[in-house]
Structures are given as C-alpha cells and as structure tokens.
C-alpha cells in the first residue's frame, strides 16, 4: 500500500493510517471528527495520509448531526435572506438545522471551518458564492459529508455539484429590452470581476449590444461589488459624464438602489431622464419609486435545489444524476424603464 495510489475505504484501514503515521488509531479516529485535542504537526500529518490514500468514511459509520451546514462569502444583505429561506424550507422538511457560517469575503472558508465541520458531522453542505480548496475537499470527502456549491464564484470543477442561474442569458435579456426601447447609450454596473456570474452578465449584455449593431463603449462599463454604496459611488460616476447614459443595467438590485440615489442626488428622474435595470429580483424591487424592472433569478429555487441536491448525495442509493444545474433568469419589466428622453 503506497500513498498516492487509488484506494478505497477497504484498501486503508484507520489501523493502517495510524501506523504510518506513527499514532494511534485513535488519534486518527480523533483527526476525522474535527477533534482538538490532536497537535497540528500530527493532524497535518494524518491529514496527508487520509488524502494520499482517498480515504472516505463509511456513511453506516459516519453517525450525523441533523443539521445542513450553509457557508456564505458574506452575509449581509436582502439577497442572502432569500437563499436562508430556501434552505431552510428543505432543511425543515426533512427534520434538519441550519447552522450559518460566513468566510469574511473570501471565496474559501478558513480551515477552522473546515474542522469545525468535521465535528459537527453535518448531513451536508452548501457552500454560496464561495468554494473549497483541495484540502478541504478531500476532508469532507474522507469524512463522507456532501457538499455543493450554489452561485459559484468560478468554476467549481468538472467533479463539483453545483446549483446556478442562467446568468448570461439574464445580462442579454436586460441589456435587450433597453435597446427596443430605443436606448443606444447603456452603461452596465457589473459585480467583483472574479466572480463567474458577474462575468457572464456583462458578457449578456455586450452580446445583446453587439447583435442589436449598438457599438460597446467600454468607458460605460464600470466595476461594482453587489453593494448599495457601490451602485451609489459609480451611479454618480456615470451620471456625471456630459455624454452620460440614457439607461444603466445596474448587475443586481443593491447596486441598481444605490444607483437610484445617485440619479435622485443629481436631479435625475426615473424613467423620463433614466432607465435602470436591476438583477436578482429582491422583494424590495417591486416597492421602490418606481418599481424596478429586473432579472429575476430564482434565489430561493435555487437555495431549494442545493439543499435537496446536498440531502440527495448522502443517502446510499445511486447519486443523483445531474449535479450541475443552471435554473432560468427571467425579466421582470416594471416602471423604472421607459424609450429614451427626447433630444
């Protein structure tokens, strides 16, 4: 037995880990379940060995926790409340808890968390805007905890499961219904760049610029982070231009709020002086002045899916057979879009 080699949970026993390792099997034992009491040299070591021998925990043996871990990259908005009561409605219908942990922004958790997880012995995971490293991975694999991974950051890998929004096809369907109003100037107020749905939204909306034969300005395109303060700050940015925009697509709700404030700070209404587009479809969208044309991406849909999909990959029948799902994006039109104002 050589680590590195393909195994399975017969081919290395916690009896065989130990002694390569040099501890005892309960050392190791304590190692799988997120104990603290083990020095770091030692778990680091045993750690290795776990992944160099593609250890994976029966699930007869692995006794779980009745809870769903749920990890955000942050947790602070409107936005995230639709994903929580979406969990939480499949976590409710199948007996489960939710425990909520937030990784501060990064796009992985620490590896605190990681053991944490392994401790609580959780029925899954669903990770949100966030993703694990190959350390982390093969923790929960060797512990046989499921994890997926809803609105991912990047891609998630080929061997991921992953729940997702058409957002491409959102970003077109935006930037599509201000150029048959009649909007040729149309600026775009996109999310963090290192995001794959920011990405894909913008490229939608080239993509309905450039079938439509309107000429893409990238000096209109501007780079947001999802926050209310950012559609505010470059709102203003844009506004301010003596060529400014007749219309914005403003990447999600937050941002195109805060873009509101921006035209109202400039006397700018909406929509005879501006039309603004939003993403995400955030219960406060329909109760602004005016109420706000959006994409609607099915956040609590997709928060369902994960959570299902998550439950559905513990259990011992055959795994699910799709775990990459991309639920559709649909434009919500309301009154905050208009033709353009005359010149």
């Known amino acids: 037995m050589k680590p590195g080699k393909p195994a399975d949970t017969q081919t290395a026993t916690l009896a065989e880990i130990a002694r390569e390792a040099g501890v005892s099997a309960p050392t190791v034992s304590k190692v799988l379940n997120g104990r603290a009491d083990v020095a770091p040299t030692t778990r680091a070591r045993v750690e290795e060995l776990l992944r160099a021998y593609g250890y994976r925990r029966r699930r007869a043996e692995a006794s779980r ?42 796009l992985t ?62 970003g077109l369907a935006a930037t599509r219904h201000l150029v048959e109003l009649g909007h040729t100037r149309i600026g775009a107020i996109s999310g963090p760049s290192r995001m794959m749905c920011s990405r894909a939204r913008v490229d939608g909306y080239r993509a309905a610029l450039e079938t439509a034969g309107v000429p893409v300005d990238p000096s209109l395109i501007v780079t947001g982070d999802f926050h209310h303060e950012a559609g505010y700050r470059l709102g203003l940015e844009l506004l301010r231009r003596p060529d400014r925009p007749t219309a914005v697509f403003a990447g999600n709700d937050l941002q195109a709020l805060g873009l509101y404030e921006a035209a109202r700070e400039l006397g700018l209404r909406i929509p005879e002086d501006l039309s ?12 602004v002045g005016p109420p706000l044309t959006t994409v609607r991406q099915p956040l609590t849909e997709m928060a369902e899916a994960a959570a299902r999909l998550v439950l559905d990959l513990g259990r011992e029948e055959e795994p699910p057979v799709a775990t990459r799902v991309e639920l559709a994006t649909t434009l919500v039109p309301r009154t905050s879009t208009a033709p353009p104002p005359a010149a």
Do not use: C, K, Y
């Open 109 to 170: 958790p620490g590896r605190t968390w990681a053991d944490q997880v392994a401790a609580r012995r959780p029925h899954g995971v669903v990770l949100v805007l966030s993703g694990l490293d190959e350390s982390q991975r093969a923790l929960l694999t060797s512990r046989s905890i499921p994890f997926v991974v809803m609105d991912p950051a990047g891609d998630p890998g080929a061997d991921v499961p992953s729940i997702g929004a058409t957002n491409w096809q959102g």
């Open 276 to 287: 603004v587009v939003g993403f995400d479809d955030l219960p406060v969208a329909r109760w």
């Open 65 to 106: 926790s009745p809870l769903i871990d749920l990890v955000f990259h942050e947790l602070e908005s409107a936005w995230a409340m639709e994903v929580i009561r979406g969990v939480e409605n499949v976590a409710r219908d199948a007996g489960l808890s939710v425990v909520l942990s937030e990784s501060a922004g990064r």
